[in-house]
Nanobody, 126 residues
Framework: QVQLVESGGGVVQAGGSLRLSCAAS????????MGWFRQAPGKERVFVAA????????YYADSVKGRFTISRDNAKNTVYLQMNSLKPEDTAVYYC???????????????????WGQGTQVTVSS
């Protein structure tokens, strides 16, 4: 019902910036929340940031608060993740996710999201 496509990943020096985009198509009118998760090699997929669509509220992991900003473009059904002051530990595959109904528990839980993008690689060199 919802398709997600991420873009904007790449290689950047520590201290640099990248902006990731996630474009949603399909039944986008039903979107309740969209979020970003990341997974480094050999590690669990973890929460990065999320946007509760109708409420306009944002959520951030402590590790990225103050450096990353999630935003939305309602007309384009797109969310962005502006990543500034990047660190080598930010290196991971970044995934966009969408929730199409009210949350059962927490916007930070990966298992709350029912649609996922393919992921985009972000590499931060020291």
């Amino acid at each position: 019902q919802v398709q997600l496509v991420e873009s904007g990943g790449g290689v950047v020096q520590a201290g640099g910036s990248l902006r990731l985009s996630c474009a949603a198509s399909g039944r986008t009118f039903s979107t309740y929340a969209m979020g970003w998760f990341r997974q480094a090699p050999g590690k669990e997929r973890v929460f990065v940031a999320a946007y509760r669509w109708t409420a306009g509220r944002t959520y951030y992991a402590d590790s990225v608060k103050g450096r990353f900003t999630i935003s939305r473009d309602n007309a384009k059904n797109t969310v962005y993740l502006q990543m500034n002051s990047l660190k080598p530990e930010d290196t991971a595959v970044y995934y966009c996710a969408a929730r199409t109904s009210a949350l059962a528990t927490s916007i930070t839980r990966a298992d709350e999201y029912n649609y996922w993008g393919q992921g985009t690689q972000v590499t931060v060199s020291s």
